[in-house]
């Protein structure tokens, strides 16, 4: 079941491919959304926070309507956005999921870009074929006109309006909603000592709190693992993510080595986990925390574990490029040395279950660099690019 289902999401052959990093997480309505037959939820907003279906690649063009306002082609498959305008259908683009919701004469539909399979209210559609995208336009097998449209026979079998008298649908967008800020250390762990005598938990902990002013005032939402010089443990800080809707967790740290010479910004991300690894008591704890509320029917499929492994696919392929964005970001805006983005089984990386990414944000025991980390002037320029970062990935830049 499992490699069927991540086969159905692969996208396409002949589709465009679009160079931008795919988008998070935070989606677990969405897949909640789409098994509804077999769960029951105590607490749904509990969940609104994410579960990835997978990077589905959606449309950016919106509902506009195309010379002749065709819906459908000599292949008969049928034009998304045609379709949305010419009978003003309402619909919202949400970024960071990358799925298209649809209101059908009141009834919701989740459109999942690469799937066969799409909600119609509580119910599962599967179509004849997986819904494609070319050249930006959403295209939809020719059954969804059967297997949808044909439910509706009051909008779909009614003359349609003509072009003047047609309602343009404003598109809305959900972008970036949460960040975990992870400050490292705090409390009785220090972290690294640097010249004259600087601990990493200080500086760090500033860089975190105003990383949240700018992301706050960029309008979103923030939590931190720790907001004093408080000790916070490796598995706390994990389990603080996971009880959050979260997007994104970002941990901040600083560096040092025996050679005073080194010097620069880098980032980790997670490096790919073996089968011990993801069965880690603490990640596995932290799926519960994310499932507790989840009531399985008997005879139903093994829901968490497709859940799971759609997880930490979804990380895999989004951190990478979020990780080299953030050392580029930081390095440009601190004007220091970029020494790159790399992989690690760090803590808080492994048992994480949202995109994730370590940044190590100078050298406190190099000497020019160390005293730049006690000015707020540089500790500034560094959540700013941060922040850039953060920002970008949430806006697909």
């Not at 819904?131 to 779909?156: C, E, G, T, W, Y």
């Not at 404003?170 to 000592?193: C, N, Q, S, W, Y």
């Amino acid at each position: 079941m499992l490699r069927k289902v991540t086969k159905s999401f692969r996208l396409p052959k002949g589709c465009k491919k679009i160079t931008k990093p795919y988008a998070t997480s935070r989606n677990l309505k969405t897949f909640s959304n789409l098994f509804q037959p077999f769960l029951t939820f105590s607490n749904l907003n509990h969940f609104q926070f994410w579960l990835f279906v997978l990077s589905f690649v959606l449309f950016t063009s919106g509902c506009a309507t195309v010379p002749g306002g065709r819906i459908t082609d000599s292949r008969r498959r049928i034009y998304l956005k045609d379709l949305c305008d010419r009978y003003s259908l309402a619909w919202q683009w949400d970024h960071i999921s990358q799925t298209v919701d649809l209101k059908i004469d009141g009834t919701a539909v989740r459109l999942l870009m690469g799937s066969d399979i799409l909600l119609l209210g509580k119910e599962q559609v599967k179509l004849n074929a997986p819904v494609l995208i070319d050249q930006s336009s959403v295209i939809l097998p020719h059954d969804f006109r059967a297997k949808v449209m044909d439910r509706f026979p009051n909008l779909f079998t009614a003359k349609a309006p003509s072009r003047s008298r047609v309602t343009r649908v404003t598109r809305v967008f959900r972008k970036l909603r949460e960040v975990v800020i992870d400050a490292g250390h705090g409390g009785k762990d220090p972290g690294a000592i640097g010249v004259a005598g600087m601990k990493e938990k200080t500086v760090v902990l500033d860089v975190a709190q105003r990383l949240e002013k700018l992301l706050e005032a960029a309008g979103v939402k923030v939590t931190m693992t720790r907001k004093d010089d408080t000790f916070i443990s490796l598995q706390e800080r994990t389990e603080i993510a996971s009880r959050s809707k979260a997007d994104l967790f970002i941990s901040i740290h600083a560096n040092a080595s025996s050679a005073r010479s080194v010097h620069g910004v880098e980032a980790y991300c997670l490096k790919d986990l073996g089968t011990l690894e993801k069965n880690e008591a603490q990640r596995q704890a932290n799926h519960k925390l994310m499932f507790k509320n989840l009531a399985m029917e008997k005879g139903s499929l093994n829901l968490e574990d497709i859940v799971e492994d759609m997880l930490y696919t979804h990380k895999q392929s989004v951190s990478p490029a979020l990780t080299a964005k953030l050392a580029d970001r930081v390095a440009q805006t601190a004007k220091a040395n970029d020494r790159g983005d790399k992989q690690s089984r760090f803590f808080v990386l492994r048992n994480t279950l949202i995109p994730a990414v370590l940044v190590e944000i100078g050298f406190v025991t190099n000497p020019k660099e160390g005293r730049l980390l006690k000015t707020g002037d540089y500790r500034q320029r560094i959540a700013e690019g941060l922040a850039n970062g953060i920002l970008g990935y949430g806006d697909g830049r």
